[in-house]
Nanobody, 127 residues
């Protein structure tokens, strides 16, 4: 069983930066697919970024590509999301997720059915 705990959310002005962390505990290993989703008020959950094979492969939603970077520190079973050039439309609850296998379409369509989820951390971008 894997448990995920997010941290790092908060309030930031448009154009600013924020880094989210997700610490995994339990039966984890370096190739466990891990990533981030977000859900804004009144909207469906959407894919943000994912990392597989110890971070050798990364995937991003078009809306964040070039602004967000996902990375991993495998010794700590931790995944990060560095968010730069933040926009008001980035405001959402950000969730960390992990799965026992990698199925690209499952992640990019919202992650429904993924095995493990954190409780979320709120990111608010003003202006």
């Amino acid at each position: 069983q894997v448990q995920l705990v997010e941290s790092g959310g908060g309030l930031v002005q448009a154009g600013g930066s924020l880094r989210l962390s997700c610490a995994a505990s339990g039966r984890t290993f370096s190739t466990l697919p891990m990533g981030w989703f977000r859900q804004a008020p009144g909207k469906d959950r959407e894919f943000v970024a994912a990392s597989v094979w110890s971070g050798n492969f990364t995937y991003y939603a078009d809306s964040v590509k070039g602004r967000f970077t996902i990375s991993r520190v495998n010794a700590k079973n931790t995944v990060y999301l560095q968010m730069n050039s933040l926009k008001p439309e980035d405001t959402a609850v950000y969730y960390c997720a992990a799965d026992r296998s990698w199925i690209y379409s499952t992640w990019t369509t919202g992650g429904y059915g993924l095995d493990y989820w954190g409780k979320g951390t709120l990111v608010t971008v003003s202006s």
